[in-house]
């Protein structure tokens, strides 16, 4: 089992106070990792540290806004001073805006583009001396159905989730030779404040899902507990640049 422990590693997780970002810290939670949540809501995060806490997991909240390079840096900075190294990086945090292609404003593709896509470079950039320092280290970015299907009503979301896929493969053979893994894992329908409400607003979309996915449900957020505690681990070491659908095979069904 020490192919999958983290005792001893300290991560990041961008967006770590809900949904997603909190299910993939409990898997590494689970495993020992000390979590540091990043976000820009410390009400909201209080629950989450009370999750991760019950779990027997060392915690923070750093308030940062990934849209700034400086709440990058500071983000960082906090999170060496206060557990003494950076070993994980998860890159959850986004936002989605739904709009035709012809009604998208230019404020709003370029404020999904900055925090999807530009935003988990900052924070790669910003962690890649703390990984240097601690030996190496561990990032997985966070893409979405939508980085290999087309949506009329995401294109600014679709067009992010796709850069970060490129994104991964770049800073996996980048930083390779210096033990950084860079890997990417495609969500698919999971039950969150985000899908919540586009189920409340789009008519039959829950059966157009339900009958293209082989599991028979949405997922869950702790459904990319697994695979965050695997990637974050060193039973990864040799995988790098992969990316990775968890989406009850959703992907794979005609």
């Not at 040799?238 to 992907?251: E, H, K, L, N, R």
């Amino acid at each position: 089992m020490d192919m999958f422990t983290l005792s001893g590693r300290v991560a990041i997780v961008t967006g770590g106070n809900g949904g997603i970002g909190l299910g993939m810290a409990k898997g590494m939670a689970r495993c020992g990792a000390t979590i540091a949540i990043a976000a820009r809501d410390p009400a909201k995060a209080a629950d989450a540290l009370a999750e991760l806490s019950a779990l027997g997991a060392r915690t923070a909240f750093i308030a940062a806004d990934i849209t700034r390079r400086e709440d990058c840096l500071r983000m960082v900075a906090e999170t060496e001073a206060m557990f003494g190294r950076l070993d994980i990086l998860v890159n959850n945090a986004g936002i989605l805006l739904r709009d035709l292609p012809q009604d998208l404003t230019d404020e709003a593709w370029t404020q999904v583009i900055e925090t999807n896509l530009s935003g988990a470079m900052r924070c790669c950039r910003a962690a890649y001396p703390a990984l240097l320092r601690a030996g190496g280290g561990k990032i997985i970015n966070l893409g979405s159905m939508m980085s290999i299907f087309g949506s009329p009503m995401g294109a600014a979301y679709a067009s992010s989730k796709g850069g970060i896929v490129q994104l991964t493969r770049a800073l996996a053979t980048a930083w390779a030779k210096e033990n950084i893994q860079v890997n990417a894992v495609l969500p698919g329908f999971i039950d969150s404040a985000i899908t919540r409400t586009a189920r409340e607003t789009i008519p039959g979309l829950t059966e157009r899902i339900l009958a293209r996915t082989p599991a028979g449900r949405w997922g869950d957020p702790e459904d990319l507990a697994g695979i965050a505690a695997f990637l974050a681990g060193p039973a990864s070491n040799f995988i790098t640049g992969t990316v990775t659908a968890v989406d009850g095979g959703y992907s794979v069904m005609m």
